[in-house]
């Protein structure tokens, strides 16, 4: 039961590393930044899309970063919990 409700985690974060978090990178670039050069968001999400099959690092880093912090936190919880016995 609790790897099933893991895996859920590790999806919905997958999801969100590659639907949302881009968005909001490119949102907050804007404000910060100024405007994107080559266009708008959906142009930022295309490089980030070509960027993830070219095997880019940075974009591979933002695109797995919140799974890595579920399973860190599944695994700092296991311990945290685990039994004494």
Same mark, same amino acid.
């Given at each position: 039961?609790?790897?099933?409700?893991?895996?859920?985690?590790?999806? &919905?974060?997958?999801?969100?590393?590659?639907?949302? /978090?881009?968005? @909001?990178?490119?949102?907050?670039?804007?404000?910060? !930044? *100024? %405007?994107?050069?080559?266009?708008?968001?959906? &142009?930022?999400?295309?490089?980030?899309?070509?960027? /993830?099959?070219? @095997?880019?690092?940075?974009?591979?880093?933002?695109? !797995? *970063? %919140?799974?890595?912090?579920?399973?860190?936190?599944?695994?700092?919880?296991?311990?945290?919990?685990?039994?004494?016995?």
């Amino acid at each position: 039961m609790k790897s099933r409700h893991t895996l859920r985690w590790i999806l &919905a974060a997958l999801i969100f590393g590659t639907a949302v /978090l881009p968005c @909001l990178v490119y949102l907050t670039g804007v404000r910060i !930044l *100024g %405007p994107y050069g080559p266009g708008g968001v959906g &142009a930022f999400y295309g490089m980030f899309l070509r960027d /993830l099959a070219q @095997l880019r690092p940075a974009a591979w880093t933002l695109a !797995l *970063g %919140p799974a890595v912090l579920v399973l860190a936190w599944r695994v700092v919880t296991a311990f945290a919990w685990a039994d004494d016995a």
